[in-house]
């Protein structure tokens, strides 16, 4: 995952997916990108050290350049409330990743259910959860997902896609 440290991002979703994957699973590791924000919305660093106490997951913070951390995953997750269009996923999409986000504007827009990756239901941390196991259990179609998530980044979020869909909108 990586989000800005913000309850909409849906970290606290992340985390309770994670307890429940690692009863199944407690080798896979789960690691959070992101910087600390100070508002209303905000995590707190102290919740983010008691789940890296935890065993839960390994916090990064902010990062500048993320292509290390994205490289070294299998799975990009990004359960957010709601998004424009998320830079994160577009990024982990670029580097052939199998996506799991939210069924909200923006996130469902990156990703085509069960072929780059799935869609969950916002704030349920249960089907976030059956989402990432799914994936964990099937290499195979983790790794197809990848693939197609990379056809579907060019295809679709290319600088030369993007020029074409800007131009046909205009009227010369």
């Given at each position: ?9 849906g970290?606290?979703?992340y985390i309770?997916?994670?307890r429940?994957?690692k ?17 209303i919305?905000a ?11 935890e065993?839960l ?9 993320v ?11 990004l ?21 799991i986000t ?16 799935l ?9 976030l ?24 980044a060019?295809?679709?979020y ?12 205009l009227?010369?």
């Amino acid at each position: 995952l990586i989000a800005r440290m913000i309850k909409n991002k849906g970290i606290r979703e992340y985390i309770n997916a994670i307890r429940e994957v690692k009863r199944a699973y407690p080798l896979v590791n789960f690691t959070m990108v992101g910087g600390l924000e100070e508002n209303i919305d905000a995590i707190d660093l102290k919740d983010i050290q008691s789940w890296v106490s935890e065993g839960l997951v390994d916090y990064k913070g902010a990062l500048s350049d993320v292509r290390a951390e994205i490289e070294k995953c299998s799975i990009y997750v990004l359960p957010s409330y709601r998004e424009g269009t998320p830079r994160s996923v577009l990024e982990a999409m670029s580097m052939g990743r199998a996506i799991i986000t939210t069924d909200v504007p923006g996130c469902r827009d990156t990703v085509i259910n069960g072929v780059t990756g799935l869609l969950v239901k916002s704030k349920n941390s249960e089907e976030l959860a059956n989402a990432m196991k799914r994936l964990i259990q099937d290499k195979e179609l983790r790794e197809a997902m990848g693939q197609k998530s990379r056809e579907y980044a060019v295809k679709k979020y290319s600088d030369d896609s993007v020029a074409a869909e800007i131009i046909s909108h205009l009227d010369l």
